[in-house]
């Protein structure tokens, strides 16, 4: 499949292409173009002249636009998600998954539309004022740029531009080069649905080459990201005056409190699928689970058993539980980061062997120390660490003792200590009775700390992509 660049609507190929393959196998899916700086700066250009014609539809326009692209995906799912799978690696079943949040973020986005509110200020209430009324609306900010991630192309993606345009502003995607072709057929779809072809543009190739010059643009207003933390210090400190959403990283903790010894299964379970879905390649994957001593050995026990019963292999089979990493080299840090872990005394439970080039077994380690990567940094890949705790102050202090602050979780039946672990658990999302990769996407969702900077949630989104002007009438005049 021979990928290109969307650029006011039309197909932009270069001689210099960069090949995407099958995480799986390795095998050639397609090539896309390898970007620079002057198709950033056409791009930005191009989607300046997209702004001016969004501001001509009007909030229904834009909302039916939106509804009519969700319905498109959903018509074409299968499509989309055997792209996925070949672009990510994913299974069929969490591809499936992503198209159908995709359809339903899109949707809400749609909703949203409709909903970029302001309201009446009250002049007269300051000292000395007479005769004055006014307001305030939420504007568009201009261009925006789109940097998505490779675990979630069409949904993260989606989560972007979706509020993007429902609030008038046009986008420039600069999506992963492992995962661009999937983003190229969600551009499309959305073009076909009624915006402006020069209000949806994506540019492929590499961050550090076409992603930079899109970030350094002064005409680019806000640049919304998610990815590593090291990459958002860097597009921040080259960025300039202009707003940013980050969504960062996480390596998410857990807490099994002591009252749980009739569900150690089920929450094994659950536990388990938190951290090895998507071989753990998600932001808010249970890394790090807490578990009060008198119910550690026997969660260890039916989480060993649970892991050790999924399916490792090929992810376009149906009855594949967990399929590849993205690439050799993520699996090359994974494995490194499980030897150190056991090289400062950690023991592994179950798990760690490497199958191929890509497949890591689901690993289970227990007892690993605070100053291995595995407790401190995130792993993403198919490890869950476990540490027997005392109390519920203890599981708290351990949890916080992170550079991250994404989601958390604890299971527990005692309401006080819920609130507890609530009010001081240094966290964007608290699930109570629920694993911290627990996300739907109307929720606000962002983290504190080195987890980023503002919220995604189409709602939520909207405020940050938009302006606040205020409005103020004098009747004296």
Not at 1 to 7: A, D, Q
Not at 243 to 252: I, P
Request: hydrophobic share 40%; charged share 25%; glycine share 10%.
């Amino acid at each position: 499949m021979k990928g290109y660049m969307l650029i006011g609507g039309k197909r932009v190929f270069k001689k210099e292409e960069i090949e995407i393959r099958f995480p799986y196998d390795n095998s050639l899916v397609g090539t896309i173009p390898r970007g620079d700086e002057r198709d950033a700066q056409l791009a930005v250009e191009v989607a300046e002249v997209g702004f001016k014609k969004l501001k001509e539809m009007t909030a229904y326009e834009r909302f039916r636009a939106l509804e009519k692209a969700a319905r498109i995906i959903s018509k074409r799912s299968q499509e989309f998600a055997q792209l996925l799978t070949l672009e990510v690696g994913k299974t069929i079943k969490e591809s499936m998954g992503e198209v159908g949040r995709a359809v339903n973020t899109l949707t809400l986005s749609a909703e949203e539309a409709k909903r970029v509110l302001g309201e009446e200020v009250p002049f007269e209430g300051a000292p000395g004022v007479k005769g004055k009324v006014g307001f305030y609306r939420r504007v568009p900010i201009g261009v925006i740029g789109c940097i998505t991630p490779f675990n979630f192309p069409l949904n993260l993606t989606c989560h972007k531009v979706g509020p993007a345009l429902a609030a008038g502003n046009s986008v420039v995607i600069k999506p992963s080069e492992n995962t661009s072709l999937t983003v190229i057929k969600l551009a499309e779809v959305l073009i076909e649905a009624g915006f402006p072809p020069e209000a949806v543009n994506v540019l492929t190739g590499y961050g550090e080459e076409v992603g930079d010059a899109l970030v350094r643009n002064s005409k680019v207003r806000m640049i919304t990201f998610t990815g590593s933390v090291e990459t958002g210090k860097v597009i921040m400190s080259r960025g300039g005056l202009k707003k940013y959403a980050m969504e960062l990283g996480s390596n998410a903790g857990v807490y099994v409190d002591r009252d749980q010894s009739s569900r150690l299964k089920e929450l094994a379970e659950r536990i388990g699928r938190g951290g090895f879905t998507l071989a753990g390649q998600v932001c808010i994957s249970v890394q790090r689970v807490f578990v009060h001593s008198e119910v550690y050995d026997g969660f260890l026990k039916e989480l060993s058993s649970f892991a050790e019963g999924l399916k490792v292999g090929d992810p376009r089979s149906e009855d594949t539980d967990v399929g590849p990493v993205i690439d050799k080299g993520a699996a090359d840090r994974i494995m490194d980061w499980i030897e150190e872990a056991l090289s400062k005394g950690a023991e592994l439970v179950c798990g760690g062997k490497r199958l191929s080039d890509t497949l890591i077994e689901p690993t289970v380690i227990k007892d690993v120390p605070r100053d291995s990567k595995l407790f401190r940094k995130e792993v993403f890949g198919p490890v869950i660490v476990v540490n027997r705790v005392s109390s519920l102050e203890e599981a708290i202090e351990m949890i916080n003792d992170s550079p991250y602050g994404l989601q958390a979780g604890i299971f527990t039946n005692d309401l006080r200590g819920a609130m507890k672990f609530a009010q001081e658990v240094e966290c964007g999302g608290i699930m109570v009775n629920e694993i911290p990769t627990f996300r739907v996407d109307q929720m606000p969702y962002g983290g504190v700390k080195e987890s980023g900077i503002g919220r995604e949630g189409p709602k939520f989104a909207v405020e940050e992509m938009t302006e606040i002007k205020t409005i103020c009438f004098d009747l004296n005049y």
